[in-house]
């Protein structure tokens, strides 16, 4: 079955960059859409962005400028490369997939467990 395994979370200050990976296994790598999600303590989960199987990207306006989503499909692995992180973007961050080129939750299947991301002032 599709497994969506999420690593590279952690604690950093503000200004400071993480690199997050997404490990898929269970299914042909780029048969499906690829997103990143985001869920902060009392909030709904947020589309942060979205590539393609030929690698067209879209993000967030709050995150525009400052991520980057990138793929390897010989790794089979997702990324998300974040810079001068800020302290509002500390969540969970969710890895997902899905049949739709989309920052839109409602358009994925699979989902990895998360990460954490907390950024400090």
């Known amino acids: 079955q599709v497994q969506l395994v999420e690593s590279g979370g952690g604690s950093v200050q503000a200004g400071g960059s993480l690199r997050l990976s997404c490990a898929a296994s269970g299914y042909t790598y780029g048969s499906l859409y690829m997103g990143w999600f985001r869920q902060a303590p009392g909030k709904e989960r947020e589309g942060v962005a979205t590539i393609d199987r030929g690698g067209t990207t879209a993000v967030a306006d709050s995150v525009k400028g400052r991520f980057t989503i990138s793929q390897d499909y010989a790794k089979n692995t997702l990324y998300l490369q974040m810079n001068s992180l800020k302290p509002e973007d500390t969540a969970m961050y969710y890895c997902?997939?899905?049949?739709?080129?989309?920052?839109?939750?409602?358009?994925?299947?699979?989902w990895g467990q998360g990460t954490q991301v907390t950024v400090s002032s």
């Open positions: 997902a997939a899905g049949w739709s080129w989309s920052l839109v939750e409602a358009n994925y299947k699979y």
